[in-house]
């Protein structure tokens, strides 16, 4: 697959405000016969006009870029995602269980209706049953799966236990309190995400079962899943591990949506036996020494920042891709550029090679300044 972001910025209109003043100029000295000077009134309303042009300039070559995948936004994404049956997901609420227990056994059957609310600790969130449930005689509790009231990610982080006020009454219902971490909430898919669909969406329309489909409807099944490895460990059998943003972990709910979304007839080869797998995390730190030059010396701090915030953006890039060794190297590339650094010495992590299920995840980063040199 293409990396659209090492495809060169197209211009297809030329947006240089001294060119476009130079030409009007020169046209309205051949007009008049006579030279202008910059000081004079027509020469200030020339460069108005040129400025106006150049901000229709700027405005066509961004109008023309906006039938490109690599720079489509918005609206105009949505249009070319039409062109092969792609459309953006729509925000999804965050999910749970929810566990109703009774002051005693049931004595006869009690039914729980489906949009029955439950409210936060916090008074934030409210989670309403997702199906009709009928709680039997003899039984001290029962589990309903719920939803959050409102779509996007605000419903998701609550701990076991968050979710406690019963808002719809109900009878015998002693407690009621969600006993998983509630999950799956996301806002409507951003365009990053929905330009990476769209440009394997060929991939779909075959039938045999390509690599290149089980990635694309993997990503279908959640905002959130950013990577998917996919691969025939053996005849008939087809592994697929898929990340979520932020380098997480898919849980066993959000493994089921994946695999509900794969084992469709129109989408899985009859033959093939679907597994879906959580990634394997390589925990690794990062410790490394820094040289900088004496002239520098002042400005140990800000190299220091520097370095932190260029070794974050390193590690956030790595954690949301499956099968991306840990290189030393790279981490010393990193540091190198940076202004006032001599020479970067890397203690840890050491050059590992990770599978394609895996995924690298950093625990820490410590980086000190070890001396400095004349260089």
Known sequence: MVDLKTLPEPEFITVDWNQQ??????????????????????????????????????????????NLLAYARGGMLDHLGVLLGVTRLPAAAAITTLRFTFETALTSPL??????????????????TSEDVNAGTGIAYID???????????????LAGDINQLIDPLPYVQTVENITLTYGGADIESDDHLRMRIQIAPESFSTAGPEGAYEYWAKTAHQDIVDVAVWSPEPGKVKVVPLLKGGGIPDADMLAIVKNILNSEKRRVLTDQVIVEAPVVVNYSIDVQLYIYTSFSMLSDVILAKANDNLQSYRDSVKEHLGVDIVPEQIVEILQKITGVYRAVVSQPVYT???????????????????????
């Open 21 to 66: 003043y130079a030409e009007i100029v020169k046209s309205y000295e051949q007009i008049v016969g006579i030279p202008l000077s910059k000081g004079q009134v027509e020469s200030l309303m020339i460069a108005t006009f040129a400025y106006r042009e150049n901000l229709l300039r700027i405005a066509i070559n961004d109008t023309a870029k906006q």
């Open 111 to 128: 039914l729980i209706p489906k949009g029955t609310k439950v409210m936060s600790k916090d008074n934030k969130v409210i989670f309403a």
């Open 144 to 158: 309903v799966p719920a939803s959050c009231t409102e779509a996007g990610e605000s419903g998701n982080g609550y």
């Open 353 to 375: 090679t990770l599978a394609r299920n895996e995924v690298a995840i950093c625990t820490g980063i410590t980086i000190t300044i070890a001396g400095s040199v004349d260089g």
